[in-house]
């Protein structure tokens, strides 16, 4: 779940903070795959030098890493990355990447409002966002993490073609982003459903952790999949094009 709430806390290196959750300890056990301390120039070291000629995905809120990498697996040739903040969850995405030996996949401890930070504009194939915090008060709306300014610098952000997935199992906020790319857009509408896994499992489909609970007590997803417009002819978003579909 993406939280958006100013920076991340400092690390705390003592003992202490050690013994009561090791976690913050073994997120610097994975230097090649997770970036506890993140910054632009250190993920730029890890993607290498043909960064430039990969596509790149990027999951904010990417939990223990089940999604990002069963797609990583998949695509090889993309680059992936996922914004998390919990220790443990950061861990065990890495633990997921090392045991398959994928090396197109990483991990940033930072929140996903900072997407910006580390990628400019026309670098990214795809982002997702899977079940964002919804702050369900209207006095916490301001909080939510998509926003005008935030689809606005996304927009920018795409490369031509370049596409936005979003899951939520929130009516409130569906609805919420809705009322954003309404028309006049720039958007492109690829898929669309107020209750995603009706119809049964998708052939393919790769579930985050949250998905797979909401689906397991049969609570309606909903699902959203927009376009930048102006790429070569071909199918959004591979993976999520079954649930476009629906």
Sequence with gaps: M???AGRPPRLRHG????????????VYDH???LLPEPSPQALARLRGADAARRPLRVELGSGSGRFLVQQAARHPQVHFVGFELRFKRLVQSA???????????????????HLFRYFGAGTLEGLIVNFPDPWPKAAQWRKRLINTPFLARLYEA?????WFQLKTDHSGYFLHVLALIRSPSPWTLRGFSNDLHRGGA????VRSEFEQLFASIHKPIFHLLLEKPGGPARECAPDARGDAAR
Excluded: H
């Design 2 to 4: 993406v939280e958006n």
């Design 15 to 26: 003992a202490r903070a050690f013994e009561i959750n090791p976690y913050t300890r073994w």
């Design 31 to 33: 230097p090649g795959r």
């Design 95 to 113: 633990r997921k990447a090392e045991q398959l030996g994928l090396d197109n996949v990483w991990f940033l401890r930072e929140q996903g409002e």
């Design 158 to 162: 795409l490369r031509p073609g370049g």
């Design 202 to 205: 998708v052939a393919g489909d």
